[in-house]
């Protein structure tokens, strides 16, 4: 069982940056892909980006390609998502997922999922 606590959503405005961060119990951390989904209010959850188990590879949705940078400790079992020049349509509830697989981009595959954090960003 891994069990996931977002932390470091809220209220910005357009252009300025925000940390996620994503705390993660259970001693395999490692060999999970973790990532990050997001969902706006009438929408459907949406990939934002995942980052496989050793690290080495990344894969990012093409609206937050250049903006967002996922990066994970496998020594404090936390992966963080840096949001840089953020837009009002990234408003939405931002969720730390964990699979014990290759990454992924359909949210069927997740097994694991925080409760999710506020993010939004005014114009």
């Known amino acids: 069982q891994v069990q996931l606590v977002e932390s470091g959503g809220g209220l910005v405005q357009a252009g300025d940056s925000l940390r996620l961060s994503c705390a993660a119990s259970?001693?395999?951390?490692?060999?999970?892909?973790m990532g990050w989904f997001r969902q706006a209010p009438g929408k459907e959850r949406e990939f934002v980006v995942a980052?496989?188990?050793?690290?080495?590879?990344?894969l990012y949705a093409d609206s937050v390609k250049g903006r967002f940078t996922i990066s994970r400790d496998d020594a404090e079992n936390t992966v963080d998502l840096q949001m840089n020049s953020l837009k009002p349509e990234d408003t939405a509830v931002y969720y730390c997922?964990?699979?014990?697989?290759?990454?992924?981009?359909?949210?069927?595959?997740?097994?694991?999922w925080g409760r999710g954090t506020q993010v939004t960003v005014s114009s």
């Open positions: 259970g001693r395999t951390f490692r060999t999970y892909t």
């Open positions: 980052i496989s188990g050793n690290g080495r590879s990344t």
């Open positions: 997922v964990a699979v014990r697989s290759g990454i992924v981009t359909s949210a069927r595959y997740y097994d694991y």
